[in-house]
């Protein structure tokens, strides 16, 4: 067994714990505990419940180690604890069908992960970012390091299962120890909008991206002609797509390109679930959730056709990074080359990282940072 495929013939369970794993560098998880919930989760792989029952009691175990620590008088170690059980929480509520109960553990997560990020990091705050027809997107702006006026800054969009409370920490940490702020945003179809507020995906995503910006660029902390637009997993897509329409964005990066063909993919996850419900990187209701067709496959696989770069990239015009993982078994490589070869910038760039170099998972959840510093030197020489 490897430790990148924590469950041999469950791919929805052996990706979840990727996704978790890969917050250890921040100190969102620890490896120990991470490991303490997949042993007793080894024998319950057949039990419906065991996945939120095991993540969420590790996610108690932690609330109260926080509580009594605190009450101890150690906030900044509160504050650990306060983190990594939001996480735990994060974990436990992924394979729970949409409803009161996945709201619920949802908000626990979102409660206890702030309580964490407030204790360990007073320079994020939490901000709300006008949209439309009076909504407004949460999000997490984390100032550079230095707390100068006028910095670069990198808009961040998440994934199709990540948030903003993991983004803020594993790409904020290191834009603000180079001088830049962070603006973490849950666009609709992610994190707290969708959980929360009910926003779902929509292809047109310079809608959001256009509002992130305008959020920004009304800060003192921000220098408008130096922002950058980021997307990872499912979010490579948001990044391409914003580059392409909102054109007051410096650079954008897609860490992880977004499947070229996204309909014909969901087609065959679809068939995929309906054979085996443990082949896939997903459960069987996640992307219909996102797409707001929780009911109805095939009006989400009908939506999803109007997610396609293919007559969109060639419209980007802005410096444009690919970074992809060569063995990357959520989103095929060959979706990196085909969105790089269309890109129409003439600054663009693709990079595909090898095992040999240290990590090559989808989003690079095998070795992180080691992506984020790669993404970060790009974005420097840019913005010099």
Not at 189 to 198: A, I, K, T, V
Not at 240 to 253: H, M, Q, S
């Amino acid at each position: 067994m490897s430790w990148l495929e924590e469950f041999p013939g469950n791919f929805a369970w052996s990706n979840a714990v990727l996704v978790t794993k890969a917050m250890a560098p921040y100190g969102a998880v620890a490896l120990a505990e991470v490991d303490q919930v997949c042993k007793k989760l080894s024998a319950r792989q057949n039990e419906t419940d065991a996945w939120r029952e095991e993540w969420c009691a590790m996610g108690r175990r932690l609330e109260l180690f926080a509580e009594r620590t605190e009450a101890a008088g150690h906030r900044l170690s509160a504050g650990n604890f306060f983190l990594r059980a939001g996480m735990y929480w994060f974990t436990g509520e992924r394979f729970v069908p949409p409803g009161d109960e996945k709201r619920k553990l949802g908000a626990k997560a979102l409660e206890l992960q702030h309580a964490g990020l407030e204790r360990r990091y007073p320079g994020i705050e939490r901000v709300e970012v006008a949209y439309e027809s009076g909504a407004t997107l949460p999000g997490l702006f984390f100032k550079n390091s230095g707390n100068r006026q006028r910095a670069p800054t990198i808009v961040v969009f998440d994934g199709m299962d990540n948030c903003k409370e993991m983004s803020v920490l594993f790409c904020g940490l290191e834009f603000a120890a180079r001088g830049w702020n962070t603006l973490a945003i849950d666009g609709p179809g992610q994190g707290e909008s969708l959980r929360l507020r009910n926003l779902y995906a929509r292809h047109d995503y310079e809608v959001p991206g256009r509002a992130a910006y305008d959020y920004v660029a009304g800060r003192p902390e921000v220098d408008p002609s130096r922002v950058v637009a980021m997307g990872y997993s499912f979010g490579g897509y948001y990044a391409a797509r914003i580059a392409a329409f909102e054109k007051r964005y410096r650079a954008a990066v897609a860490f992880s390109a977004l499947h070229w063909d996204l309909a014909g993919f969901q087609r065959e996850v679809k068939r995929k679930q309906e054979a085996d419900p443990k082949a896939t990187a997903q459960s069987a209701f996640h992307f219909r959730w996102v797409m707001g067709c929780l009911d109805d496959a095939d009006a989400a696989i009908r939506k999803a056709e109007k997610f396609s770069l293919a007559e969109v990239a060639p419209r980007i015009e802005t410096p444009f990074l690919v970074v992809h993982g060569a063995d990357d078994k959520v989103v095929p490589v060959a979706s990196a080359t085909k969105l790089f070869d269309a890109v129409g910038a003439r600054d663009k760039h693709l990079k595909i990282f090898t095992a040999e170099e240290g990590g090559s998972a989808h989003a690079l959840a095998d070795n992180r940072p080691l992506a984020v510093d790669y993404i970060a030197d790009w974005i420097g020489e840019r913005l010099r």
